[in-house]
């Protein structure tokens, strides 16, 4: 019920108990005046009898003798006194009844009257509360959806498009005399856009996507067990260094440890499989220098230190030192002095030694420098040369460890060339403890932490490593013509229709988020694009008016790295 029937059947009860109040009120005025004429014929008869009595009195006193006049008369007296006393008490006691009657009563029925009363201010109210409810779930609705539904105009015949409004069953009206798309509703009216629409069906084309070719990583020869405990191989045109051991099959394919190098940057530094022979603690180079813990591949080819100028520990060229990791070298191949000694104490003669070109860094990935020599315009020491004499050492360091980005899907290890010696000078590599992990499959940036004891004392290094992707998304299908009707200038939604016709991805996974562009690198707002860490479809629609006619709108994708597919154009007709 509503509300203004609960005030109706209200009125109506109010106005009955008032006529029970004036029907009480006239009863009880009938029964005054009743009372008041019985009252008044007592009286009468009472006089009547008194005279009667008078008039026996007298005739009495006529005939009989004085003694017995008395007598008859005071009994007479005292009867017509008891006959009205006893009349008059017994109209009081039924007068006395009737009103406790009356006040019972009108207790009761004014009790009734606010029991029923405050019942029904209280379905009134929650009446009144569950009509506000449904307005506002109406309301929001018809927000959500966007449309409203438009029946005909009975009174002047005219007909509009219907536009089903999904609002929980209710519906709206459009009003006649508006000509905005304004609905009405409760005596107000929110102007509710008409959704935009595409007409037709809509032909497509495929676009070829080239596909990426498969990596061969190659990684050398394989090289089966020759009698050794390790095989090396160099890659040549990365300058990486890595050590195998042997396999459960006989084959040298697991790593043991990877290491920057440094060989010849024009091709001096021979290809092919070669075994260790001669070794040198210190060995005479070319151009009047030295190198220190010799290993010979071939010939003139070595392992060695970065050159000294003399067999002095103190006289390294350190211009060359910061060099290890590009090509540097005469053909030899370079290391740092802790890396030369591992293989000149590891590595007996006989050992392989396979040199390749590849753009495989290998299993371990590519190491970052060991180190970075800071003062390098006079000679000094190699910092990783743990000796006493060294002013470099004698302190806890962990080396080969620092912030850098690796691409996605690049092999990475968080042990790939790294060392640690404590102040004592020894090699703890093996005592380190590495918390953090690097996903090298998803973009983002991971946090590692290296740390060891020593002396009781924790020596720790914290780096960040970069996975980036630098590959691009790629569009696959774009709709040929889009037949657009009900646009009046809503270009963030024409954008979100356009682009759900249009089929994009990036690494496999879909794109399903568009934005609206200027297409020159900012969102309609003038907020930049490139802030954006998300994938997203760019859809150009600055240039899209509300007039009727055909426009190219250019779309591309774009991924949260910020690389960017080819552009693409899209027939866009606006219908009116």
């Known amino acids: 019920m509503h509300t203004r029937e609960w005030i109706l059947i209200i009125e109506r009860m109010d106005i009955k108990i008032m006529d029970d109040k004036n029907k009480n009120r006239e009863n009880l005025k009938d029964r005054d005046g009743n009372l008041k004429a019985e009252r008044t014929e007592d009286k009468v008869k009472k006089i009547k009898i008194e005279k009667s009595t008078k008039h026996e009195k007298n005739i009495s006193e006529a005939k009989k003798p004085q003694s017995s006049s008395k007598g008859s008369s005071q009994g007479s007296s005292e009867s017509g006194s008891k006959s009205s006393s006893q009349g008059n008490s017994q109209s009081g006691s039924k007068k006395k009844k009737r009103n406790n009657k009356y006040d019972i009563e009108r207790v009761v029925l004014y009790a009734v009257s606010v029991i029923l009363l405050a019942l029904v201010i209280s379905l009134a109210i929650k009446n009144y509360s569950l009509e506000s409810k449904l307005d506002k779930l109406t309301k929001s609705d018809a927000v959500a959806t966007g449309a409203s539904e438009n029946k005909e105009n009975a009174d002047n015949g005219t007909s509009g498009k219907k536009d089903v409004a999904k609002t929980g069953g209710n519906s709206e009206k459009t009003d006649p005399d508006s000509t905005d798309g304004s609905t009405m509703k409760g005596g107000s009216s929110t102007e509710i856009a008409e959704p935009l629409a595409v007409q037709g069906d809509v032909q497509y084309i495929d676009i070829e996507v080239p596909q990426a070719e498969e990596k061969e990583n190659y990684n050398g020869e394989d090289l089966a067990d020759n009698g050794y405990p390790y095989a090396i191989k160099i890659n040549r045109q990365e300058n990486i260094v890595t050590v195998y051991a042997l396999d459960d099959s006989g084959f040298y ?54 050159p000294y100028l003399d067999t002095t520990k103190d006289s390294l060229e350190t211009w060359e030192f910061n060099k290890l990791g590009t090509g540097a070298s005469l053909g030899c191949v370079r290391l740092c002095v802790a890396d030369t000694k591992w293989i000149y104490e590891n590595c007996e003669s006989g050992t392989y030694v396979d040199i390749f070109d590849s753009d495989y860094y290998g ?38 460890v620092e912030s850098h980005s690796i691409k996605q899907g690049e092999n990475y290890d968080t042990m790939a060339g790294v060392m640690a010696f404590n102040s004592q000078r020894e090699d703890v590599t093996d005592q380190l403890k590495v918390e953090g992990s690097v996903d090298n499959t998803k973009a983002g940036k991971y946090t590692v932490k290296y740390s060891f004891n020593d002396q009781g004392q924790e020596v720790s290094k914290n780096i960040v490593i970069t996975v980036e992707d630098d590959e691009a998304p790629v569009i696959t299908k774009v709709p040929v013509e889009l037949k657009v009707e009900n646009y009046k200038g809503q270009k963030e939604e024409l954008a979100q229709l356009i682009a759900s016709y249009i089929s994009a991805q990036d690494g496999g996974n879909i794109i399903g988020t568009a934005i609206a562009t200027d297409g020159n690198g900012h ?9 954006l860490n998300e994938d997203v479809i760019c859809v150009s629609v600055n240039d899209i008016s509300e007039a009727a006619g055909t426009y190219s709108v250019v779309c591309s994708a774009r991924d949260a790295s910020g690389n960017i597919s080819q552009n693409h154009t899209v027939k866009v007709t606006i219908v009116k």
């Not at 043991?256 to 940057?265: E, G, K």
């Not at 091709?267 to 010979?296: H, R």
């Open 253 to 306: 394919t697991v790593p043991v440890r990877v290491m920057r190098c440094s060989v010849s940057p024009v091709g001096e530094t021979p290809t092919g499989i070669f075994n260790i022979a001669l070794k040198w603690e210190w060995l005479a180079l070319f151009d009047n220098c030295y190198g220190q813990y010799v290993s010979q591949i071939d010939g003139d080819t070595l392992f060695h230190s970065v």
């Open 363 to 400: 299993p371990l990935g590519r190491p970052v420098p060991v180190t970075k020599l800071q003062n390098t315009e006079e000679q000094g020491w190699d910092p990783t040369d743990m000796v006493e004499e060294n002013p470099t050492t004698g302190k806890a360091v962990i080396y080969g």
């Open 523 to 531: 969102r309609l707002d003038g907020s930049d694009i490139s802030k």
